[in-house]
């Protein structure tokens, strides 16, 4: 699983018509800075508006995900998105000349080929994952669609769909690691019922639709007559209404092709949550609706957790014992306050505290009912801090770390006996002259205690 967010090493440019405008439109994929994420911007509009691709800018979900803003709006995002989610592409700028993204085969496979041609440049900007640590779950009662998201050491996705249909009834499909997506999803096709297109075409909708880029499938039979004016509508070539099937023009690519293009519209609609997700989505007869839905609920989350909580597992081994943090740390009893450290990159670190009712401090504060202080909780962030900066210098024993400032703190929740606490300090620039900046998090579980941000200078011991 890559920890480094990726952009695009160059542009690339594709064209085709949109499905339901009919248009002709050129679309262009480009590298895109750290934190940058997906935009879309309208070139063909005087201004050149760009609009964020995010759950809650849609506005629209019939027939593919339309996102919109300032009454500027853009449809049939999601294949290209899907390409970008899957193919690990985290920050992108998309630049298009039409309402729509252009329908190209109907699937994600043109954009993946791109892709996979131009490559991907690794940045030094973590990637931020959504962690899945609960169960999720959304209902439509109306079409009895319904998503389950439940833990997972990865991304896992297993779709289900079901229609009345002798042609098409239940098909499964299951994506078990993105790096799959370019051989088992991506050329998987969106997929329309001959008897859902005049509907369709009431609403305007589907003017660019034709046998090439969709698979039809038509399953109950209608007068030669009505199928030669929909044949005519469609601008496409009159067919024997006495054969039901499949009647595009290129064959099914899998047998459960239209499960896998459910699977990759899903892939599309959850990009739109803003980070990567590690967790199992569970689909059942899913649409761009339901998908959105629960886009905006993990966004929803994501707003009000600023941060999550780091992933503890206390039968991990960690990656500094006690033993090691003493080599580092020049604190001793009383005031050794953190006790292991589970995780450390180039940028941020992760340690833990066990808090005891044995803690001297508790005597006096407060006898009757004890709370760690809020200094000493600052105390502590500021010690896992220190083990951070020692460990960006060879020889970490021979320095030590000061802190010359701290900000921004905030206290959310008191700290009791028995509550094991989860720091994590995350650098905020480039270490520079020796001075460091950091911002350090304090949980409780998945409850956010405490936070403060941090300024350090690492000097040589004398």
Known sequence: MNTKQHTLKESFSLQGKGLHTGLKIKIKFNPAPENHGYKIKRIDLEDQPVIDAVA???????????????????????????????????????????????ILDGSASEYVKEIERVGL???NAERDYYIVKNKIEVKDEETGASIVVLPEDQF???????????????????????????????????????????????????KGGDLDNAIVIYE?????????????????EHKDATQ?????????????EPARHKLLDILGDIALIGKPIRGRIIATCPGHKINNKLARLIRKDI??????????????????????????LPHRFPFLFVDKIIEIGEKHIIGVKNVSVNEPFFQGHFPEEPVMPGVLLVE????????????????????????????????????????????????????????ANMKGYCFVGEKLVCEAEFMAQIIKNK
């Open 220 to 236: 109950k039979q209608i007068s030669q007559e009505r199928f030669d004016q929909l044949a005519d509508q469609m601008n496409v």
């Open 244 to 256: 039901l099937g499949y009647i595009m023009h290129k064959p099914l690519v899998f047998p459960n």
């Open 303 to 328: 707003k009000l957790n600023d941060i999550q909580a780091p992933e503890y597992n206390p039968n991990t081994p960690p990656v500094m014992d006690i033993n090691r943090i003493r080599e580092l």
């Open 56 to 102: 809650e800018n849609v506005n629209g979900t019939q027939r593919g995900t339309v996102i919109s803003k300032n009454n500027v709006q853009i449809s049939t995002i999601e294949h290209a998105l899907a390409a970008l989610y899957a193919m690990q592409v985290d920050n992108c700028l998309i630049e298009v000349d039409a309402p729509e993204f252009p």
């Open 156 to 206: 896992v996705i297993n779709t289900l769909i079901a229609y009345d249909s002798v042609i098409l009834d239940s098909q499964f499909a299951t994506l078990d690691k993105l790096e799959d997506f370019p051989k088992e999803i991506a050329a998987s096709r969106t997929f329309v019922f001959v008897r859902e297109i005049e509907p369709l075409l009431e609403n305007n909708l589907i």
């Open 380 to 435: 502590t962030m500021a010690q896992t801090g220190g083990l951070l900066v020692l460990n960006s210098v060879d020889e970490p024993q021979r320095y030590s770390t000061y802190f010359l400032k701290i900000d921004a703190v905030k206290f959310r929740h008191k700290v009791v006996p028995g509550d094991t606490l989860l720091f994590r300090l995350d650098f905020t620039s480039e270490i520079r002259r020796g001075i």
């Open 121 to 123: 440049k690794g940045q």
